[in-house]
């Protein structure tokens, strides 16, 4: 195992910290990460937007227009990683999402595929978490991991709640 002097590591922190400086291109598992990434951003913010035209959230709403608004951020972080390594990211216009029969019909089949596609997304984060090979692409996908993680927790609290509005009078 090669050691590095303590000059070599300032002038690599500085190369990471500083704009401007040329980092490593990413590798093509990497970049395949980034489009799986965008791709599940892409369904998250589509299933969020369709929720929310719906009207049927109750007093769910909030949670869905905090995550969409997440989901937004997460894939403008991710179209500029992309960007950076040389590829166009996908947007909207690239890709039409079809969903189950009725998922869209009451507050509770919401939920469900809300549920669904939040494990989905955390699911892709936590792996690509692992495998990502740029160690300067693991802190925002790490982060945005920690977020989806937020966001399954914000469901099943308002899916609690619901349940428990049954017995209140």
């Not at 950076?84 to 595929?113: E, N, W």
């Amino acid at each position: 195992m090669q050691t590095l002097s303590r000059g070599q590591l300032v002038v690599a922190g500085a190369a990471f910290l500083m704009p401007g400086v040329a980092k490593a291109a990413p590798s093509d598992g990497d970049l395949a990460y980034l489009r799986l990434l965008i791709g599940a951003e892409l369904l998250a913010i589509d299933f969020h937007t369709r929720a929310l035209r719906t009207r049927r959230l109750g007093s769910a709403a909030g949670t869905y227009r905090r995550s969409l608004a997440d989901e937004r951020a997460h894939y403008a972080a991710l179209a500029r990683l992309l960007t950076a390594g040389g590829q166009p990211p996908a947007t909207a216009g690239d890709v039409d999402f079809v969903y189950p029969r009725r998922s869209f019909s009451s507050p509770a089949s919401i939920a469900r595929l809300a549920w669904r596609i939040e494990t989905l997304l955390l699911g892709a984060y936590l792996g690509a978490v692992e495998e990502v090979e740029a160690p300067d692409l693991r802190l925002p996908v790490g982060q945005i991991a920690a977020s989806e993680a937020q966001h399954l927790s914000a469901l099943t609290i308002s899916a609690a709640s619901t349940a428990l509005d049954v017995f209140e009078s």
